[in-house]
């Protein structure tokens, strides 16, 4: 079997599993995937010169059109930078399918240029591993979960390009090879009783899109109280208004202590409230049962857990959640002295969130990790709400944010991003990919206060900070986009397509707020 034939074989069983679009970063070792990429122009293709930033935007398409994607490198430390996107995709359950060229098997051990190990490089990281070459060719994608990453390492002899280039054939009706989801005998009964013996409140976190009607429904027909992050998708709907927890995480707390509430139910992904890092300390004693889309329960101990949304729909309760007024008039009569206090300080990091995201209804919105995902949790707008909100939350790490908002904008809604400086100083080489996309309509908003100030409220010591007096209006200018630095938000606005914001929050004002929020919330 020739180079040629080998990498046709592979895109074609790629394409048959499902994959409709591939993030290649071209090199001379995968030149024979390369040349069929190219030559193919039914294949839809995003070039990228750096692997990382690649592998992130490659996620942003998985989780925006819910089917793997695949990305295409050359050998040596290219495969190496293939990692992180790697270690979010298996918490995310995002199938990443990482497609790496390498040197003959011979050359393995030896140190030769351009040779590294990297058959198992991903460790736990991947669902499976293909190390094929020609005299070793079977590939099949048979029986996976598609619930991690997959590692597909080709290795081709010289001369790389050793024949014609084969055509792909594109079926017009191709489904990917997905085991049947199935919910584990007595699941269904074991939530029944959960919610038949305990009085839960209901945590609600990063949700897949087509999973928004099921949770909804179940929400307003169980009537427990529910505290909807801002990737869940849900919060400020309307359908919910009257059970929704609306004045903050803190609140949370108010009610566990009261024992208003006795358990937590989880629906979706694991939460970015302290909370839940609580359950495993003061609260360690609070039963949990966890309904989510893969198998990680977040927690150490030991907990109740389904890796089916589908649940919700089946299961049934003998009485909903009793309703309590107590709860529903403190919470919204602190949800008002919030919104006083955000007015109050306006050009503070929260108010000026607050403001901001008044302006992103129906809209597709990317969180940043940090403090800007708690900040939209704590701050924004309930009455404002986004079509849709993302974040990548499965290892929670700074890395590769802006790459994976470009692969999940969507072309039909304006784009936002919210993130913070060091987060945007991590990924600057992302605004590669904006020529190639379908999606036009971006908002960049970068939170500049000067560091990570995540740490200062955590630590008494400016090491952790990373202070630096940085501006992104050049970096916005060498990729020319248009540049707009704020500080407040102006009541109309005039965007480019491409734009980036610099929001820089004044100091004393978010300090204010924080003292003013925190003695609203001592007993």
């Not at 109309?492 to 004044?506: H, K, S, V």
């Amino acid at each position: 079997m020739t180079n040629m034939e080998l990498a046709a074989k592979v895109i074609q069983e790629l394409i048959h599993t499902g994959v409709r679009e591939f993030v290649l970063c071209a090199g001379a070792r995968n030149s024979p995937l390369v040349h069929i990429l190219d030559e193919n122009k039914n294949l839809k293709v995003y070039s990228f010169f750096e692997e990382r930033s690649a592998a992130f935007f490659a996620l942003g398409r998985i989780a925006s059109t819910r089917r793997p994607v695949a990305i295409i490198t050359t050998s040596g430390t290219a495969v190496a930078e293939l990692l992180p996107a790697a270690v979010e995709g298996t918490y995310s359950s995002l199938p990443l399918i990482m497609v790496t060229a390498d040197r003959p098997k011979h050359y393995r051990g030896t140190g030769a240029p351009q040779t590294i190990e990297q058959v198992g490089i991903f460790s736990y990281y991947n669902e499976v591993a293909l190390d094929i070459d020609a005299e070793n060719s079977h590939i099949s994608f048979k029986s996976l979960s598609w619930k991690k990453p997959v590692h597909v390492n080709i290795c081709f002899e010289e001369p790389l390009i050793d024949g014609p280039i084969p055509k792909i054939e594109f079926p017009t009706v191709s489904e990917r090879t997905k085991l049947p989801g199935q919910i584990p005998l007595g699941t269904l009964k074991e939530m029944e009783d959960f919610l038949n013996t305990h009085q839960p409140l209901v945590i609600v976190g990063i949700l897949p899109e087509k999973a928004y009607g099921t949770v909804l429904e179940f929400l307003k027909q169980y009537k427990a109280p529910v505290y909807c992050e801002g990737i869940s998708s849900l919060r400020g709907h309307p359908d919910i208004k009257d059970i929704e927890i609306r004045s903050g995480e803190q609140m949370i707390h108010r009610i566990l202590k009261s024992k208003e509430c006795d358990s937590i139910l989880r629906i979706g992904g694991i939460p970015t409230a302290r909370v839940w890092r609580d359950l495993e300390s003061k609260y360690k004693d609070i039963p949990v049962f966890s309904v989510s889309f893969n198998h990680f329960t977040g927690l150490s101990r030991p907990t109740q857990h389904c890796n089916s949304l589908d649940l919700l729909s089946q299961v049934e309760f003998s009485y909903p959640h009793r309703e309590n007024v107590k709860v529903n008039i403190e919470d919204g009569t602190r949800a008002e002295t919030i919104r006083a206090l955000l007015e109050k300080y306006p050009e503070s990091e929260q108010g000026l969130i607050y403001a901001l995201s008044k302006k992103m209804r129906g809209a597709s919105v990317y969180l940043g990790n940090s403090l800007p995902i708690r900040e939209w949790d704590s701050c924004s707008s309930h009455d404002a709400m986004p079509l849709r909100v993302a974040a990548n939350r499965g290892a929670n790490g700074i890395d590769g944010q802006l790459s994976t908002f470009l692969g999940w904008a969507h072309p039909e809604t304006e784009n936002w991003c919210l993130v913070g400086d060091l987060t945007a100083l991590y990924d600057l080489s992302s605004l590669w990919a904006t020529s190639q996309l379908e999606a036009k309509r971006f908002r960049i908003v970068i939170i500049n206060n000067g560091g990570g100030q995540i740490f200062s409220r955590m630590f008494n010591k400016e090491i952790f900070i990373n202070k630096h007096q940085i501006s992104f209006e050049s970096w916005a200018k060498m990729w020319n986009w248009s540049y707009q630095k704020w500080h407040n938000i102006p009541v109309t606005t005039d965007f480019a397509d491409q734009q980036i914001i610099e929001l820089c929050p004044d100091g004393q004002q978010t300090q204010a707020f924080w003292k003013e929020y925190e003695s609203l919330w001592k007993e």
